[in-house]
C-alpha cells in the first residue's frame, strides 16, 4: 500500500497557495505522487518539486493537473504562474544535520574560494574542464 504524502502545517505560511490547493485536491482523490508523474509523464521528484513550489509547471503541465486533481484551470494557472521560490521552507540556519553542514561549508569555504580564483584566476577552471572533457570522451569511447 503507498502512503499519501501530505503536507506537513508548520509549512504552511511558507509555502505557495498552489501548494495548500493541489495538496488539498491530491488527499481528496487519494493520489499519489507517482501516480499524478505518470499521468504528467514526468518524474515523480518533479511533480513534488511543483507541488512544493521549488519546479515550474509547464501549461501542459498545468493542463493535465487541472484535469487529474479536479481543480479549476484557471485557479491552477494564476497560482502556478511565475517563478518559482526555492528555499524558502528551510529555517535558517537549518536544523536537520546533514543541511546544517552543507549550509555550513558554504558559509565557511565560500570565501576562501572566491580568494583561490581571484589568486589563480581561470586557468584552475580551464584544467578542470579539460579533466572533464576528458572523462567524458573515455566514458563515451
Do not use: C
Not at 95 to 115: A, C, D, H, M, T
Not at 117 to 135: E, L
Request: hydrophobic content about 40%; aromatic content about 8%.
Amino acid at each position: 500500500m503507498s502512503h499519501l504524502a501530505t503536507l506537513d502545517t508548520s509549512l504552511h505560511n511558507r509555502l505557495p497557495e498552489s501548494a495548500m490547493t493541489m495538496f488539498e485536491a491530491k488527499a481528496a482523490k487519494k493520489l499519489t505522487f507517482e501516480a499524478i508523474a505518470k499521468e504528467l509523464g514526468r518524474a515523480e521528484v518533479a511533480v513534488a518539486a511543483m507541488f512544493y513550489g521549488q519546479a515550474r509547471a509547464s501549461e501542459e503541465d498545468i493542463e493535465k493537473l487541472s484535469k487529474l486533481l479536479g481543480v479549476d484551470h484557471a485557479k491552477l494557472t494564476q497560482e502556478l504562474a511565475g517563478f518559482p521560490d526555492r528555499g524558502r521552507t528551510i529555517d535558517m540556519p537549518p536544523k536537520e544535520p546533514l543541511i546544517y553542514r552543507l549550509f555550513e561549508i558554504v558559509q565557511n569555504y565560500s570565501r576562501g574560494k572566491k580568494q583561490r580564483t581571484a589568486r589563480y584566476g581561470v586557468r584552475i577552471f580551464r584544467s578542470y574542464i579539460r579533466k572533464i572533457n576528458r572523462s567524458l570522451r573515455d566514458v563515451s569511447g
